[in-house]
């Protein structure tokens, strides 16, 4: 996944939320509506684009749809940042 996209859909507050919870345990999306105060349509909104860059993973079991972090993407920004901040540390 390319960097900026990660970026870009960690540009949002609300977006960066839902992953927080996500983190810790599955969530669904009615719920993470409900705690983050946002409407269905823009919670459904934040939920596709987090899906897509690969940070989100859906999971279906029957008529549930949970959603959890995607560690390993979380991983490809975080190594990134480090090279990033020792590029800078490099500089001065």
Same mark, same amino acid.
């Given at each position: 996944?390319?960097?900026? &996209?990660?970026?870009?859909?960690? !540009? %949002? *507050? ?11 345990? *599955? +969530? ?8 983050? !105060? ?6 459904? &909104? %934040? ?13 279906? +079991? ?8 995607? *560690?390993? +993407?979380?991983?490809?920004? %975080? ?14």
């Amino acid at each position: 996944m390319d960097v900026d &996209e990660l970026l870009r859909a960690l !540009g %949002h *507050p609300a977006r960066r939320e839902i992953l927080r919870r996500c983190g810790s345990a *599955p +969530q669904a999306a009615g719920a993470l509506a409900d705690a983050l !105060g946002l409407a269905p349509a823009s919670t459904s &909104e %934040h939920l596709k684009v987090l899906r897509k860059t690969g940070l989100l993973i859906l999971e279906k +079991q029957g008529t549930f749809r949970w959603y959890r972090t995607d *560690p390993a +993407q979380l991983t490809t920004l %975080h190594a990134w940042l480090g090279g990033f901040i020792s590029d800078l540390g490099d500089i001065s």
